[in-house]
């Protein structure tokens, strides 16, 4: 499967790259449509392995059909870039924006997201021709939008691209999770692959040294606005995990009772225990007397050198505890990724942090609709650091803030440990 570069274009100059020459403006434009073009087949290679019926359930409230996102990532084109911007540009149909609005409440009114599975009409193909009708428009508005609207323009396709790889991780993540409801263990991709851990000894810890460290966005290239603004954050003097926690330690923990002792719980993560009856990772199941996951493969063996997937921030921190660890907040993660001692720190698995999902000091939400993309959501939420094998090239920065509820076991999410010296 393809992975997809969202990137900022720049030249360097003919004297050795000294100097960056700023691009002209149809370099730019070129650039953009480009890498608009790219970002699009790929949502498109993604879905493609999907049938009809694929493309249209929905297990639960928290995940989407596929249809629905490539119709999301398509609206969110068409209500931010192409109707302020292009006042040459035809709404598609007047019924979508209703219908494929997610949560944006300045935007209007929209469908309750429990129900987007009911959603048959319009179809798939109705969703195609959706989208080739808005990639037309943008693609006209990238080679004549006139030069003193163009930083504005570009800045708003560039957030759409990036908000669209946000998505294409989300397609994966939601079929998976309604494949696993299925009995008979359907295959999204024979050819995928779970994701490896970096070779070398387990159990090594490295120092991450105490000061007062820069935390968040320096400027440089894209970034959403919970990475801003950047500040100073102190971190005490702390050890960090090389690696992952493995599926080899995480069946120690089952084994030593760890989803049968109320000690090791947050209250909340224990109350889930109880009432869902949790006993393993999110798509570990018994399979003829042993340990199998559900992947995008389909049911595969756990592979015990591989690390732990599927796992929510209460079973992380029990995790932790049961370990005698805890687990990083987000400012130490970022300083010790930025310090390059962690291993697989991108492109296996999210990992959990014991950071609240709050605004940096600062911090300040955009005005209008794109103002609701992050700040709203700073609540009850916890922070995960890295991105995972689903995540698209280009989407994985050390300044990353993914957040996700305390239950949440259907995203690539793992654990790393801690410890105080």
């Excluded at 790219?38 to 498109?44: I, N, Q």
């Excluded at 993604?46 to 995940?63: I, K, T, Y």
């Excluded at 050198?305 to 599927?310: E, G, K, R």
């Amino acid at each position: 499967m393809a992975r997809t570069a969202v990137t900022p274009l720049s030249r360097d100059s003919a004297n050795g790259g000294a100097d960056v020459v700023k691009p002209t403006l149809d370099e730019t434009r070129a650039h953009w449509c480009e890498a608009f073009r790219r970002v699009r087949a790929e949502t498109e290679a993604r879905a493609a392995r999907l049938s009809a019926e694929d493309q249209l359930v929905q297990s639960m409230a928290d995940a989407s059909p596929t249809k629905w996102h490539r119709a999301h990532v398509t609206w969110f084109f068409e209500t931010f870039l192409l109707k302020p911007h292009d006042a040459s540009y035809k709404e598609f149909d007047a019924r979508f924006p209703f219908l494929f609005n997610s949560y944006y409440i300045a935007a209007g009114p929209r469908h309750a997201r429990p129900q987007r599975g009911l959603i048959t009409r319009p179809s798939g193909a109705d969703v195609g021709g959706y989208r080739a009708h808005v990639d037309g428009a943008v693609e006209r508005l990238i080679h004549t939008v006139p030069a003193a609207e163009a930083a504005r323009i570009f800045e708003i396709l560039q957030i759409g691209l990036h908000h669209e790889q946000q998505h294409q991780e989300l397609m994966l993540t939601d079929i998976l999770h309604a494949f696993a409801q299925n009995p008979t263990h359907p295959v999204y991709d024979a050819g995928w692959r779970p994701p490896r851990a970096a070779a070398g000894p387990r159990g090594i810890f490295v120092d991450v040294p105490a000061g007062i460290r820069a935390i968040g966005h320096d400027g440089e290239g894209f970034c959403f606005d919970n990475e801003t603004p950047r500040h100073d954050a102190l971190i005490a003097e702390m050890r960090i995990a090389r690696h992952l926690v493995t599926n080899a330690e995480w069946l120690e923990f089952i084994e030593a009772g760890g989803y049968r002792t109320p000690s090791l719980w947050l209250s909340d993560g224990w109350a889930l225990v109880e009432a869902e009856g949790w006993q393993a990772p999110g798509y570990w199941r018994q399979h003829d007397g042993a340990w199998h996951t559900m992947t995008l493969a389909g049911l595969a063996p756990v592979d015990l050198a591989a690390p732990v997937l599927h796992v929510s921030y209460y079973e992380a921190d029990a995790f932790a505890r049961f370990a005698g660890k805890h687990l990083p907040s987000e400012f130490e993660w970022e300083a010790a990724a930025r310090e390059n001692v962690i291993a697989d720190a991108f492109g296996i698995a999210w990992q959990w942090t014991r950071s609240a999902y709050l605004p940096y000091p600062g911090y300040r939400a955009a005005e209008g609709a794109l103002g609701e993309y992050n700040g709203k959501f700073m609540v009850n939420q916890m922070v995960l650091r890295g991105s995972s094998r689903a995540t698209p090239a280009g989407h994985e920065r050390v300044t990353y803030r993914n957040f996700f509820y305390p239950p949440a076991r259907w995203q690539f999410s793992s654990v790393r440990l801690a410890e105080f010296t």
